[in-house]
């Protein structure tokens, strides 16, 4: 069973940057799809971003499409979420997920295994 740790997350201001990481133990990374969601108070999770085993294939929200990049090097048994141009509206616990049956990135129910999650917040 994998298991997941995010780190990268804090306080940027808007317009800032940011690198979120997941990095999996126990498990080989490149067997699994991968996703990042984020949780405001009071909203439901949602997708952010979403990546293929090979990381051939990327998927984004509309809302960060073109300022967020998720990565992954499977080398280091890593994923990544380059957040650029921060907006206070992305302030959200960010957690990372892995799925087994890799499709469906959109769906937070097709991932198997999540992490803790890491705090990002932007100020205005």
């Known amino acids: 069973q994998v298991q997941l740790v995010e780190s990268g997350g804090g306080l940027v201001q808007a317009g800032g940057s940011l690198r979120l990481s997941c990095a999996a133990s126990?498990?080989?990374?490149?067997?699994?799809?991968m996703g990042w969601f984020r949780q405001a108070p009071g909203k439901e999770r949602e997708f952010v971003a979403g990546?293929?085993?090979?990381?051939?294939?990327?998927y984004y929200t509309d809302s960060v499409k073109g300022r967020f990049t998720i990565s992954r090097d499977n080398a280091k048994n890593t994923v990544y979420l380059q957040m650029n141009n921060l907006k206070p509206e992305d302030t959200a616990g960010y957690y990372c997920a892995a799925q087994v049956y890799v499709g469906r990135y959109y769906y937070a129910g097709a991932y198997d295994y999540w992490g803790q999650g890491t705090q990002v917040t932007v100020s205005s």
């Open positions: 126990g498990g080989t990374v490149s067997r699994y799809g």
């Open positions: 990546i293929s085993r090979s990381g051939g294939s990327t």
